[in-house]
């Protein structure tokens, strides 16, 4: 089992390394992170949960950390995660069902960190 805690600082780290060597790119990438994130008609949980969905259908481990991460932070429940793996799964079929398990191992270690 991957140890998602760690990985979340992990990748955090290696961003900010890259952050040195394009610049410009990830100031760029950090903009529009920012800009997609803030509450409009959706609020910060929501564009979390639909990040999280995206993130478990396409099979990014560095995506699932960053967003139960940032789901939690925003209000999130176990359930809305839960609810949320499985719109993932009919979505993106049997690979998605292996990163769902991802997606929640990752909220059982984050809530034992008392997220």
Not at 2 to 15: S, T
Not at 95 to 112: D, I, K, N, T
Request: aromatic residues 6%; negative net charge; hydrophobic residues 45%.
């Amino acid at each position: 089992m991957k140890n998602f805690p760690e990985h979340y600082k992990e990748i955090g780290a290696w961003m900010g390394k890259l952050g040195v060597e394009i610049p410009e790119v990830m100031q760029g990438f950090g903009s529009l992170h920012a800009a997609c994130f803030k509450p409009g008609v959706l609020d910060v949980k929501t564009k979390e949960l639909v990040a999280l969905g995206i993130a478990v259908s396409i099979r990014c481990d560095g995506c699932i950390a960053f967003h139960v991460h940032d789901a939690l932070k925003a209000g999130a429940t176990k359930q809305e995660i839960a609810e949320t793996v499985s719109v993932a799964i009919v979505m993106g079929g049997g690979p998605s069902v292996m990163y769902g398990v991802e997606a929640m191992q990752a909220l059982m270690q984050f809530e034992e960190q008392g997220l």
